[in-house]
């Protein structure tokens, strides 16, 4: 157990230092991993893949070797992968993290390669590890966009080779997945927007990462260098703990919601009215909201989160 960790704590209370650091924020870094989007249902490198890929090496499959030897399976892995990025959904983490962006400068770093922060509501969010939703051109790196369906239907079989689609602009290469493979670097302007991101907070919230893939693990310690308070939210401890100012062992879901909740006031959705109706005119209002003007952000099971500005 972490020096850190207060087994009397409530594991869905908000530890006080927490609680009194960020009432004193102005700039808050959010750093999330793989547990982050564990709670939405999607499987992390290290869990079992099952199906028609249960025969696969995920860490064989993300490799420019594998590209290069069978760029047909491998396009149609990351296809699988994406497909099931779609049909999940952000939990109350993702939510609260827009949330609490509606009343503080709030940047968010993530190792995650799905777009569910995005989803949520959180705007230009940092992917260190590229994005399943931005392929390029495997020859004159030109980056696409996906947008609209899953390439394939709930129930449908995944296919085990799918032919890359030709760019459109060089005509000799072909659309790769966007993410960073092992063996790669880290694209330079995304690590350096990471690195100013956590050397200018006050707080750094750490969520869902054990803090062991480098160079993302040195985030935490040039926060710590740089003055900020490190809270680490994983019902695990890692190699971040040892860093922490605050270790809370609870998930990221329940920890983010209550983080806003808690600090902010839960509210009922007023009748009539849509949550997500709600979420849009509170994403209307945010980059200048008026000074009586409370935010609402829907969290699910008829409620809102109210958070006056």
């Not at 972490?2 to 924020?25: G, I, K, W």
């Not at 564990?38 to 079992?48: K, L, N, V, W």
């Not at 985030?219 to 401890?237: H, K, Q, S, T, Y």
Request: proline share 9%; charged share 25%.
């Amino acid at each position: 157990m972490s020096a850190h960790d207060d087994p009397a704590q409530d594991p869905a209370a908000v530890p006080p230092a927490l609680r009194e650091a960020l009432r004193r924020a102005r700039r808050v870094a959010v750093l999330t991993g793989a547990g982050m989007s564990s709670e939405s249902g999607i499987p992390t490198f290290r869990d079992a893949m099952h199906g028609l890929w249960a025969r696969y090496d995920a860490y064989q499959l993300a490799t420019p070797a594998a590209w290069a030897a069978d760029p047909d399976s491998v396009w149609a892995w990351y296809e699988w992968r994406r497909s099931e990025v779609m049909r999940a959904q952000p939990h109350a983490g993702h939510r609260a993290l827009a949330a609490l962006a509606g009343v503080l400068q709030v940047d968010i770093v993530t190792q995650n390669v799905d777009d569910l922060h995005e989803r949520a509501g959180s705007r230009d969010v940092v992917h260190l590890h590229g994005s399943l939703f931005a392929p390029r051109c495997d020859r004159c790196d030109r980056k696409y966009d996906f947008d609209g369906e899953p390439p394939s239907s709930p129930g449908d079989e995944p296919q085990a080779r799918i032919e890359p689609p030709r760019c459109l602009y060089c005509a000799h290469g072909r659309l790769r997945p966007g993410v960073v493979w092992f063996t790669e670097g880290l694209p330079q302007a995304d690590w350096r927007r990471a690195e100013d991101v956590v050397r200018g907070a006050d707080v750094v919230l750490v969520v869902g990462t054990s803090g062991i893939v480098y160079p993302a693990a040195q985030l935490p310690r040039l926060a710590r260098d740089a003055g900020a308070f490190i809270a680490e939210i994983n019902p695990v401890a890692s190699e971040v703990s040892a860093l922490a100012d605050v270790c809370w062992r609870v998930g990221a879901g329940t920890g983010l919601a209550a983080l806003v909740a808690q600090g902010s006031g839960l509210a009922s959705c007023p009748p009539g009215a849509e949550p997500y109706d709600i979420l849009a005119r509170g994403q209307e209002a945010r980059p200048d909201p008026s000074p009586d003007m409370d935010l609402l952000i829907p969290m699910g099971d008829g409620q809102v989160i109210r958070l006056t500005a």
